[in-house]
């Protein structure tokens, strides 16, 4: 079953998450918040490199998505900033699994770099 995607969430997702393993790398995080992610263990789930698990993780990171454990070895979990940013997140990993091809479409529909999208959409959302 299809579930209407709000203007606000779009709005989210275009401007907020740049690729689909970044989508599921939050929505991994997110469902097993209790627990550490190391970029071999995402990159395990995720079926992609440890490297581009470890710069996901970073960039979930910086964008107030994840917060480091300190330790050891890089490790990280799912705790974001601010209650919005965990509201947007939890409607999004609601949303997904019915809409996967939507969502999907939409991650892929801006040629712009989401990366630094990513990183300059949550640089502005901290200030509020």
Known sequence: MVQEVSQEIRRFILTSIPSVPHLEAIVLLRQEANR????????RFLYISEAKA??????????GIVVSD????????????????REQIDVVAAIYPKNV?????????????????????FKLRKDV
């Open 36 to 43: 550490s992610w190391s970029g071999e263990t995402l990159a």
């Open 54 to 63: 470890d710069a996901i993780l970073l960039e979930l990171k910086q964008a």
């Open 70 to 85: 300190e330790k050891g070895a890089p490790a990280y979990r799912y705790l974001p900033a601010s209650d919005k940013l």
């Open 101 to 121: 091809v939507e969502i999907t479409n939409l991650i892929h529909s801006s040629s712009k770099n989401k990366v630094q999208q990513f990183a300059d959409a």
